[in-house]
């Protein structure tokens, strides 16, 4: 073929990807894919691996001083299966051709971002309530909608993680319910970290809609099906009534019903925080990073027993 008809034959190959996305159906790992989807989909799928597992780590800190067996276990339950989470995502990017090796080494240089949201600190108990029923909750609501996001490996390994993670947003909402019935030491504790989850919560949804990179063709190919304005707005509607049942205040003095809109009017984000923070000057970007670098250094010999062990069980079958 001549370079003319190489290039109608791509175009041909684009057009009839984009009608087959277009009408709702998944693609998989096989399926001929243009390169900027399938870079998009490695940035974003990865990034969300990097962030359930850099996710364990303020809860983590609260392992030893959960404040009751029952707290402990549950807690300990929801940690893993954050693991879990990252490793189901590491799997569903390699189908499209990145190591795991090479997704860690971006994320342990910096070149792949993670969640804003885990570079704060998790500075009392009240802090695993909030985390678990914002950050959560946030992440159900983004969630949610990439169930039906246009890569069929992502998109099934959010229906998983969606079932797991409403388990995670209700034990929040446990823990910050019990403190607001208790002394008033404990109410304090738990709107004191409601004042530090609430602005960085929001932030997870990504920059207005208007600022978004990404968006245009996160749309055009499906992978997003809500914006990210949108999907804050439907978090916010949910959970501002949640925080009203248990007695606890929003920080935000301009959030008022908008009965014309049927939603919360809500004020402005600190997007120079935000930049800041996802650009690695957050409150604790750069102990997260040497954290993951120290615990992956200390696991190379589980990796290499597990290599050996794969080897040795290859040479037996073969
Ligand atoms: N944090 O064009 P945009 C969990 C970056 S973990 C950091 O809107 P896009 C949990 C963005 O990457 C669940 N960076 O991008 C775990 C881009 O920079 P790059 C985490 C952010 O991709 C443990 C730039 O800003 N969930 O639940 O169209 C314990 C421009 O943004 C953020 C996910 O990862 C941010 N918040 O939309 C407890 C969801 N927002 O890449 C809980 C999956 C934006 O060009 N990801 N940036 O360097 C997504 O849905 C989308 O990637 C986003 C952003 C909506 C986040």
């Not at 359930?52 to 009751?68: F, H």
């Not at 959560?136 to 246009?150: E, K, M, Y």
């Amino acid at each position: 073929m001549n370079n003319e008809n190489t290039a109608l034959a791509q175009d041909e190959r684009l057009r009839s990807f984009e009608e087959y996305v277009g009408e709702g159906k998944a693609i998989e790992p096989r399926d001929w894919m243009p390169e900027g989807y399938r870079s998009h989909l490695i940035r974003q799928i990865s990034q969300h691996a990097h962030s359930e597992v850099i996710g364990m780590q303020p809860e983590g800190n609260w392992i030893t001083r959960a404040p009751s067996i029952r707290a402990k276990q549950i807690l300990l339950a929801k940690i893993q299966d954050e693991g879990g989470h990252g490793l189901y995502l590491y799997s569903a990017a390699e189908t499209l051709g990145i190591s795991r090796e090479e997704m860690l080494e971006q994320l342990q240089t910096g070149k792949a971002k993670y969640s804003n949201i885990f570079n704060y600190p998790s500075l009392t108990w009240a802090d695993i309530g909030a985390i678990g029923w914002l950050v959560d909750g946030a992440a159900i609501v983004n969630q949610v909608s990439l169930q039906r996001t246009s890569y069929g490996p992502y998109s099934r390994a959010m229906v998983r993680i969606c079932k797991e993670e409403s388990f995670h947003q209700r034990q929040g909402y446990e823990i910050m319910a019990n403190m607001m019935k208790g002394t008033p030491e404990q109410r304090e504790m738990a709107q004191d970290a409601m004042n530090r989850w609430w602005w960085p919560s929001l932030m997870m949804f990504g920059p207005h809609d208007g600022d978004s990179p990404h968006s245009a063709d996160a749309f055009r190919w499906k992978i997003k099906r809500h914006s990210n304005d949108e999907l804050r707005q439907k978090f916010i509607d949910k959970t501002v009534q949640q925080a009203e049942v248990i007695g606890l205040t929003i920080p935000d003095a301009d959030l008022k019903w908008n009965e014309e809109t049927g939603h919360y009017d809500h004020g402005e984000i600190n997007w120079d925080e935000f930049y800041r923070v996802i650009k690695g000057n957050g409150p604790l970007n750069k102990q997260r990073i040497a954290h993951h670098i120290k615990a992956h250094e200390e696991g190379a010999w589980v990796r290499e027993a597990a290599q050996a062990y794969k080897q040795k069980q290859a040479q037996k079958y073969n």
